[in-house]
């Protein structure tokens, strides 16, 4: 695994009020809300410095996507880590279960033709390995 995070995920419980505040509030650039064809998809993507990016997706949807329940708390972030390969997200996937982390959910193609899987750190912080062809690291 690299030393990188790609993509912070807030859990949001009103996707547009967040957007609002982030967008119109604080100033932060973002194209808006995408992904509303898709079930559980819709989310909004802001730019932030060096190439980190901060999602908002609705809590019941990371609930959805990780398959676990809403906790208080336990499905409100994620930490992304953006891979170049389906072969990386496996590989990595790997690495983090060698390394005493939980697969919470093993990997496999996403609804938006991504590759993705999740792991929880030994705290319970979840990690999302995903190969996003729409969304490559830098480098």
């Known amino acids: 695994m690299q030393a990188r995070i790609s993509v912070l995920t807030l859990g949001v419980q009103d996707l547009e009020r967040s957007v609002r505040f982030y967008r119109d509030g ?3 650039a973002t194209e808006g809300i995408i992904g509303t064809e898709f079930e559980n998809g819709a989310v909004a993507f802001f730019n932030l410095s060096g190439g ?3 999602a908002l997706w ?3 949807s990371i609930a959805a996507d990780t398959g676990l329940q809403i906790q208080d ?3 409100r972030s994620t930490i992304g880590h953006n891979v170049f390969s389906k072969d990386e997200v496996d590989t990595v996937l790997e690495e983090a ?3 005493g982390a939980q697969i919470v959910k093993p990997a ?3 609804f938006y033709g991504g590759y993705a899987a999740y792991f929880a750190d030994p705290d319970g912080h979840l990690w ?3 190969f996003n062809p729409q969304m490559l ?3």
């Open 26 to 28: 604080l100033g932060l």
């Open 58 to 60: 609705p809590t019941k």
């Open 128 to 130: 999302e390995i995903v």
């Open 52 to 54: 980190l990016k901060l």
């Open 137 to 139: 690291p830098m480098l």
């Open 108 to 110: 496999a193609e996403t």
């Open 73 to 75: 708390g336990y499905v």
């Open 97 to 99: 279960r060698k390394a």
